[in-house]
């Protein structure tokens, strides 16, 4: 079992950056694939982008591709979610999730189990 936390949320100009962190507590964190998924003011909550155990491999959504970065660092039990080109669109509360089981390449929410309570970016324009 891992409990997610969100940190680093704010507020931001229109094309400036901000990075997330979401640090994890529990045992064996580079067994995890790691996601991000957001949810905007009256809409459902979708995929942003997903790491592999190790690191090395990435996947974003198209709306992000490009501007966001996923990153970990296993031996901190962290992950990262660096937002360059930053659009008042991309206001949401962004969540860090966690699964053993999936693939990295899982975008679909219910296929990961641990979630973390969010975290606001308000992009102004």
């Known amino acids: 079992q891992v409990q997610l936390v969100e940190s680093g949320g704010g507020l931001v100009q229109a094309e400036g950056s901000l990075r997330l962190s979401c640090a994890a507590s529990?045992?064996?964190?580079?067994?995890?694939?790691m996601a991000w998924f957001r949810q905007a003011p009256g809409k459902e909550r979708e995929f942003v982008g997903t790491?592999?155990?190790?690191?090395?491999?990435?996947n974003y959504a198209d709306s992000v591709k490009g501007r966001f970065t996923i990153s970990r660092d296993n031996t901190k039990n962290a992950v990262y979610l660096q937002m360059n080109s930053l659009k008042p669109e991309d206001t949401a509360v962004y969540y860090c999730?966690?699964?053993?089981?999936?693939?990295?390449?899982?975008?679909?929410?219910?296929?990961?189990?641990?979630w973390g309570q969010g975290a606001q970016i308000f992009v102004s324009s």
């Open positions: 999730a966690a699964s053993r089981r999936a693939p990295y390449t899982a975008v679909a929410e219910h296929e990961y189990n641990y």
């Open positions: 529990g045992r064996m964190f580079s067994s995890y694939a």
């Open positions: 790491i592999s155990r190790g690191g090395s491999a990435t």
